[in-house]
């Protein structure tokens, strides 16, 4: 197929009332995970890259061999930055080739979030790439992938700021925070739903969850009957992955097959990718 503008992905997905995975990877064994996922699947997929791992990831390096497995995959694929720092980050995912940006300036007042994102807007449009922003502030780390309590305390997303937000800048998604946590809980969090309701009914764009590990199927049957089109899904890739390796050393603890772990890792990763697909409802739809 190809690689797609994200917003057409969304406005589908929208339409068709199922949630699109937005997968975080690391290095290009979760990127073929994730695709080998999508394609069995026959869904579009989001390969999303978030701006707290390039310390680890060379993205300038990998982003060239991510629009290279796009182009050739057989389902639509959306190449996204997450949590972008500023718009010089959002400017240089837009030349390496990346169809959607977020710039995460949530956490400014209100004006200023509004001004950058507008900022934002104005630079994607002219590239035909889609803009995610972000309203309120879903507690814990981004790219967190440790066990532990709620630490800080979510900020939920106001309705009719939504609505203001969304028509002051032209963004194409929109992130809410609505009581899921970056990272993994120790049990499951409590949605607002009737928040997000409101949130639905204030905006008429696509809606994003950001922090989709640990949840039940029920919850996440939820979120997509309530307007959720995008779900980022990091912890639970990590964790598998982590798993996997584990497993592998401890079945042969003196290994020294590097591919073999990889590799199950890699199948790992699919896996629990393909299972979420199932999920949200996206398969079958590429
Ligand atoms: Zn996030």
Redesign the pocket.
């Known amino acids: 197929m190809a690689l797609v503008n994200m917003n057409d992905m969304l406005s589908q997905a929208r339409q068709g009332h199922y949630a699109v995975g937005a997968f975080d990877l690391i290095n290009l064994e979760f990127a073929e995970a994730i695709l080998a996922a999508a394609e069995a699947q026959r869904a579009p997929v989001i390969l999303s890259t978030a701006a707290v791992h390039f310390d680890y990831v060379n993205m300038k390096a990998l982003a060239p061999s991510l629009v290279r497995l796009a182009e050739e995959a057989s389902v639509p694929v959306a190449l996204h930055l997450?949590?972008g720092t500023d718009l010089a980050m959002a400017a240089q995912a837009i030349r390496l080739g990346f169809t959607g940006v977020q710039v995460d300036t949530a956490h400014l007042p209100l004006a200023d979030n509004i001004a950058v994102t507008r900022e934002v807007v104005k630079l994607a449009r002219a590239f035909d790439v889609s803009v995610e922003g972000e309203l309120g502030y879903?507690a814990g780390h981004?790219g967190d992938h440790g066990h532990r309590e709620i630490g800080d305390e979510p900020i939920y997303t106001e309705p009719d700021v939504a609505a203001v937000f969304t028509e002051a800048t032209g963004i194409d998604c929109l992130a809410v925070s609505v009581g899921t946590v970056?990272g993994l809980l120790k049990g499951e969090p409590r949605i607002d739903f009737s928040r997000l309701k409101e949130i639905r009914e204030a905006t008429p764009v696509p809606l994003v969850i950001?922090?989709g590990s640990g949840l039940s199927q029920e919850t996440y049957g939820q979120l997509v009957e309530s307007g959720m089109c995008k779900i980022?899904f990091y912890a639970e890739l990590s964790r598998t992955a982590a798993d996997s390796i584990r497993e592998r050393l401890r079945q042969k603890p003196d290994s020294d097959n590097i591919t073999h772990l990889l590799g199950g890792m890699r199948q790992a990763v699919r896996q629990a990718a393909e299972n979420k697909i199932r999920i949200w409802g996206s398969a079958g739809k590429a």
Request: charged letters at 25%.
């Open positions: 997450d949590h879903v981004e970056h950001h922090g980022n």
